[in-house]
């Protein structure tokens, strides 16, 4: 058996929950901030059974369960996606036909029974503060806190140093938080002095990011170096906390590629068009309605035409243009 899982909280502590009920098993998570199974996974999941958990990619999977590669596969995700129907995949994922599920812990304790610390990591994990206010959800994440003795505190805590390892760009730091939190309380994951100097290096690259971000007007602009995947949270705090309408945030040091990151507020939820134009500019591009990120190769010219194509577009949503 393998388990392959996304590189996040959630995706950690999913995987460690299957290790719990099944027993030790190798780890593998894709390359960090894509989502594609490169060849080292490829060469790995050569097995009887493989548990796929908390990576939206049904696709991709099915193109591997037809390539013969492993005899069988267990999916469990809380996406809303395309459900997989495959003779060789036992799909679990609620999310798309009962009720939204917060997590994949709360999927994979669902399927193996399981409760503990690590149902609820996941959670908050993914939705932050957020999780107790969800309906059902919320009361659950209570319970279980109430019976392990834990506090809100200690799981945001544990849950930013979890993505410590994903966040710096570790591969096989998430692989081996996975392994360690299979048999971690979390005392232990408090504890472990390596995540927690991770945890403040990326804290302080985040923080002089935010404080050397330029404002006019309502759109905010930031340019910095890091080998870390600390740009979404840049935009984040920008957003959120210092109330900038837009964001424009630009890594030149992300290991040999450039990274442009765009964020809108919650009135100016429109970014569809301007991702369609940096696509089309061969600017490879994903995002949604608030949110858009770009990553290519380190090059000035395609960097200016991309912020020539954001200018252009945040004009046209009313902003101040000046860069
Ligand atoms: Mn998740």
Not at 6 to 35: C, N, Q, Y
Not at 224 to 252: H, P, Q, T
Not at 289 to 301: H, M, Q, R, T, Y
Request: proline content about 2%; aromatic content about 10%.
């Amino acid at each position: 058996m393998v388990v392959v899982h996304h590189w996040d909280a959630d995706g950690i502590s999913s995987a460690a929950i299957i290790l719990r009920e099944k027993g030790r098993m190798p780890l593998l998570t894709p390359p960090v901030g894509e989502f594609r199974f490169d060849e080292r996974i490829k060469n790995n999941i050569n097995s009887e059974l493989v548990y796929f958990v908390d990576l939206n990619m049904p696709e991709e999977v099915v193109k591997l369960a037809n390539s013969g590669l492993f005899a069988k596969a267990v999916f469990i995700d809380h996406h809303i996606q395309n459900p997989i129907v495959h003779r060789n995949i036992i799909y679990h994922n609620p999310s798309v036909s009962r009720v939204e599920y917060p997590s994949a812990s709360f999927v994979a304790s669902e399927v193996f029974d399981h409760t503990s610390y690590l149902t609820i990591i996941g959670a908050v994990g993914d939705l932050g503060k957020k999780i107790f206010e969800i309906e059902n959800f919320g009361e659950r994440v209570e319970k279980i806190m109430e019976a392990e003795g834990l506090k809100k505190g200690e799981l945001f805590e544990a849950v930013k140093l979890i993505d410590s390892n994903y966040l710096s760009m570790d591969r096989y730091g998430v692989e081996e938080a996975a392994f360690f939190l299979s048999k971690a309380d979390i005392d232990d994951i408090l504890e472990r002095e390596d995540w927690i100097r991770k945890a403040e290096k990326i804290e302080k690259e985040i923080k002089d990011a935010v404080n050397s971000a330029i404002f006019r007007g309502e759109v905010a602009f930031v340019s910095f170096n890091s080998s870390n995947a600390i740009v979404s949270k840049v935009a984040r705090e920008l957003v959120w906390n210092k109330k900038a309408g837009a964001c424009i945030a630009v890594n030149k040091g992300f290991n040999g590629k450039y990274q442009l990151y765009v964020r809108l507020n919650k009135k100016n939820w429109r970014m569809k068009t301007l991702i369609e134009k940096l696509k089309s500019a061969g600017i490879k591009t994903g995002g949604k309605a608030e949110v858009l990120g770009s990553v290519f190769d380190a090059n000035d010219e395609l960097l200016n035409e991309a912020l020539r194509i954001v200018r252009e577009e945040l004009a046209k949503m009313g902003f101040e243009v000046w860069l």
